[in-house]
């Protein structure tokens, strides 16, 4: 299961932004324009190709996703990842990320100013937006918006993390936006620019459609919601009013193909064999040894890149008896060999990973490769030993009558991951249980602590990832392990509330250090995550993850 996390695409970034913030608090108020933001002098919103190729207009883009959405309403939705990647097909944000210099630009905000004590954040809204059921985008659209995220009888769990930093919402005229913090809040500026989670409603398409509103979205982004074929897929058609695209894509107009369909495959080799016969287009999050053979096959295209997380961690539920006792929670981290899960897993395109910060995010603290549990299931049973955790006779541990059985909440994505893990705990004498369920229910299951132990991954772009996940005030959340601890509560508080990069990186260096020593999770790789795509498709971007087809034409 991965977290509901955005993902980003350079490391650079997070550094990038985190200077701009520190910048703009202590030198004053400052203003960024929306102005010719990262175009070349004279370049228009939609050039030609070089050799004057003039794209193809038409055609239909087709995308394989493993799961389907539980909803289109983003506020209502359980925190599937594909919430967010569908959503931002039809969604727009008031900021984006330049996917090459990694800075924060406007969007559908033309330029916003920042106070110097960090707490005032003023946007000049994009005049001539409009949602694709026709009403006008204004200030009051983000406000309307931002209210009902808030709002607890929308029920937005998974996405309140997103906003809970402001303290109030302002619209004094159609085109200002004025969002006060409660506190300097650093990763906030990254929050906003969430294209599926963070996109303007429009509360007219809400009053309409009621509670069928999450099967009848309506936004601002260059695809129009056309179907939805419960179990099979999703249908866009290009919205003709777009022109308002960032100015990071050569086509800032409606989109080139006529159609885009999402269609939900759940079983990789299902995938595969579709892109193949050419009845997909685009495959995401394709498994390494899936991936490899498709690197210099000319009818495709590989995109791939190392995880800006974690591509598969083991989460400790703190309400389950067995590990509240540390000793137990340490032996289960020296009990996994992370470089056999590598190759046996993910075919060895991937790293190990040494805490639950990569060294992709700001933050990472390196020696956290000297402080963290080595391979070692000899000291593991000596711990299992010392905490009164003995083998009964039939190999099992038992102590006061009770035998140490631990269920295990996974994905059939983490399939040969979690036997590898029943296996690997099974040499120490715990009996593990492995219960799979489709990504919806694990979801749900997640959230309510109906689990042991939990297979788990997250993408995100800044160490604030710690706050999410593991802050006590996310219980109910993200924060899967239901972990209450006040001392780390306090470090990844003042994480998010400190804008120096460099005093930020010492605070989750400590962090980090914290959460190895009390062994909360057991963090075992990062991946490299590959999308493949079709030749006849041209033009496919992935940008901060996001898959964006603005700039693709289709070659039949």
């Not at 193809?56 to 506020?75: M, N, Q």
């Not at 406000?143 to 109030?168: A, C, H, M, N």
């Not at 990973?353 to 391979?375: N, R, V, W």
Request: with cysteine.
């Amino acid at each position: 299961m991965r977290r509901v996390i955005w993902k980003i695409r350079t490391g650079a970034f997070v550094v990038t932004v985190s200077m701009l913030m520190a910048l703009v608090i202590g030198c004053g108020s400052q203003t960024t324009s929306g102005d010719n933001i990262g175009r070349q002098p004279n370049q228009s919103s939609n050039p030609t190709p070089p050799g004057n190729v003039v794209p193809k207009k038409g055609g239909t883009i087709t995308v394989a996703l493993k799961s389907e959405p539980d909803t289109l309403d983003i506020h209502k939705s359980s925190g599937l990842t594909v919430v967010d990647e569908i959503g931002s097909f039809i969604g727009g944000a008031l900021v984006t990320i330049d996917p090459v210099s990694g800075e924060v630009k406007p969007s559908l905000a033309e330029s916003y100013t920042i106070s110097p004590d960090g707490k005032t954040w003023t946007f000049k809204i994009r005049s001539g937006v409009t949602f694709h059921d026709g009403t006008k985008l204004t200030a009051k659209s983000f406000t309307l918006t931002y209210e009902r995220l808030l709002d607890p009888q929308t029920g937005s769990k998974s996405t309140q993390f997103l906003v809970e930093s402001i303290k109030s919402i302002r619209a004094p005229d159609d085109q200002t936006l004025i969002l006060e913090l409660k506190e300097p809040n650093a990763p906030q500026l990254l929050n906003l620019a969430f294209t599926g989670w963070m996109q303007p409603m429009s509360m007219d398409a809400i009053a309409k459609y009621g509670n069928e509103y999450g099967r009848n979205p309506v936004g601002v982004g260059p695809w129009k919601f056309a179907s939805w074929e419960p179990g099979e897929s999703i249908s866009f058609v290009r919205n003709d009013a777009y022109q308002w695209g960032d100015a990071t894509l050569q086509n800032q107009g409606p989109p080139r193909a006529d159609k885009l369909v999402i269609k939900f495959i759940a079983d990789q080799q299902t995938r595969m064999a579709a892109l193949e016969s050419g009845s997909i287009d685009v495959v995401k999050d394709v498994p390494a040894k899936d991936a490899v053979r498709f690197r210099n096959n000319p009818k495709y295209q590989l995109i791939e890149q190392l995880n800006r997380g974690m591509g598969f961690d083991l989460i400790m539920n703190m309400n389950s008896e067995a590990l509240q006792d540390i000793q137990v929670r340490k032996a289960i981290n020296l009990a996994v060999n992370k470089e056999a899960m590598i190759r046996a897993a993910i075919n060895g395109e991937g790293i190990v990973a040494h805490s639950m910060l990569p060294p992709t995010i700001l933050g990472y603290d390196k020696a956290a490769e000297s402080y963290d549990y080595q391979y070692n299931p000899g000291e593991a049973k000596k711990l299992l030993d010392e905490a009164g955790w003995k083998v009964n006779g039939e190999g099992i541990r038992e102590k006061n009558g009770k035998i140490l059985a631990l269920t295990l909440l996974s994905t059939i994505t983490f399939g040969k991951e979690s036997q590898l893990l029943q296996s690997m705990l099974g040499e120490l004498g715990i009996k593990l249980s492995i219960k799979t369920l489709e990504a919806a229910a694990v979801a749900r299951a997640a959230v309510n602590g109906e689990f042991d132990l939990f297979t788990d991954s997250y993408t995100y772009m800044d160490p604030d990832i710690l706050y999410i996940c593991f802050h006590s005030s996310q219980i109910g959340g993200y924060n899967y392990a239901r972990l209450k601890d006040e001392k780390l509560d306090e470090l990844v508080a003042k994480g998010r509330a400190t804008i120096d990069p460099e005093a930020r990186k010492n605070i989750y260096a400590d962090a980090q250090k914290y959460m190895s020593e009390q062994a909360y999770v057991v963090p075992i790789y990062v991946d490299k995550q590959f999308t493949v795509i079709n030749s006849r498709v041209k033009g496919v971007k992935k940008v901060n993850e996001y898959l964006i087809f603005n700039d693709s034409s289709v070659e039949e």
